[in-house]
């Protein structure tokens, strides 16, 4: 019985990997269908994630006499405010410590310095006389930033449409929260009767699922968060709040987040000194490993049950299907296809003991 569970578990990864590689083969193809998709999926995700982050609150007030209705549009009205006092303080900090940031990369590295002094190591017969490594590296240096600067300019330029997405949120959001059993019950009526024991438990662990998933990692990324920005501050790492809330996000992605998270704050460690990149490298490490070993068992457990491999497997090819978006989305994805499988299997079961029977 185990060694079949673990047959099936591979079988169903296996099956999952091989659709993402179809998907990556024959992506030219759906592109046109895959950009008209992103102006209507990007909004429902958004809106799929914050209603997981809103609904126990709508039903720990559901326990009063409040009209749900009312409820909901002033539970929303409520973080509207709390983003907008954020973007209002919050994001002019963070704005001029990115600034700052930026300022001391370009300015406190000195690149030509640092390549020389790492090509002294080399050995005079590994690079050939005629050839100027030093030069060599640094165009590398300049096509590389030129490349970050189109790929930054071509973000700017979706910008617009990502803003008509987000304003679409609340709106979806708001019938998401009011609705969501509704749709339940209508999503199981269209359904054939005699699959809906097997669907009915596939949408609550579904439903689980997502919910463990989302509110667990908003969790432990905002914990991870604090945490950044108060080491940042005891080892005197500039610009810490714009370096915590860059690591705060990027710990979202699991397991490869913490180490972009800790990316820049390397970069601006470089312009210091080595003793600070290694106070950063030693936080990082300590983060890392208290995430690891203790914040997230405590908080998600083994209810997920998903290799770490797997895990790094679906970021990688979610990334390379969906942008950087897909690197959010991609576990989910996963999560729920797995659980659809899932049901199929004990769907085709049942068949099967029906022609016996």
Avoid at 16 to 25: C, E, F, G
Avoid at 77 to 89: D, P, S, T, W
């Amino acid at each position: 019985m185990v060694k079949d569970k673990h047959l099936r578990n591979l079988i169903m990864i296996s099956l999952v990997l091989l659709i993402l590689l179809l998907m990556t083969k024959l992506k030219d193809l759906f592109s046109p269908i895959i950009e008209i998709l992103n102006i209507i999926i990007v909004p429902i995700i958004i809106s799929i994630f914050l209603y997981y982050m809103i609904r126990p609150i709508i039903r720990r007030l559901e326990r009063g006499k409040i009209h749900r209705g009312l409820m909901i549009v002033s539970v929303l009205l409520g973080l509207i405010l709390l983003i907008g006092i954020f973007l209002a303080y919050g994001g002019t900090v963070l704005k001029s410590q990115f600034e700052s940031a930026f300022v001391s990369l370009s300015k406190d590295i000195d690149i030509k310095g640092f390549v020389d002094g790492v090509l002294d190591f080399i050995p005079d017969g590994l690079i050939p006389k005629n050839v100027n490594m030093t030069n060599v590296v640094l165009n590398r240096l300049r096509q590389f930033m030129l490349d970050i600067s189109q790929n930054l300019l071509g973000l700017i330029s979706k910008v617009g449409n990502f803003g008509t997405q987000v304003a679409l949120v609340p709106f979806i959001l708001f019938y998401f929260l009011k609705d969501d059993r509704r749709f339940y019950q209508t999503f199981l009526s269209l359904m054939p009767k005699r699959y809906n024991k097997n669907i009915d438990k596939a949408m609550r662990e579904i439903d689980e699922v997502l919910s463990t998933y989302i509110s667990s990692q908003l969790l432990v990324s905002f914990i991870l968060g604090v945490i950044m920005y108060i080491g940042y501050l005891i080892i005197g790492l500039p610009n810490a709040l714009i370096m915590a809330f860059f690591a705060m996000i990027t710990n979202i992605i699991p397991f490869i987040g913490p180490f972009l998270g800790a990316l820049p704050a390397v970069l601006i460690a470089l312009t210091i000194d080595w003793k600070m990149i290694l106070k950063v490298a030693v936080l990082a490490v300590i983060v890392q490993q208290a995430e690891g070993d203790l914040i997230t068992p405590r908080i998600v457990g083994n209810k997920l049950k998903i290799h770490p491999l797997a895990v790094i497997f679906i970021v990688l090819i979610s990334v390379h299907l969906f942008g950087i978006f897909g690197a959010f989305i991609g576990v989910p994805l996963y999560l729920i296809l797995n659980i659809i499988l899932k049901a199929l299997t004990h769907i085709r079961d049942d068949k099967k003991k029906e022609k016996f029977e």
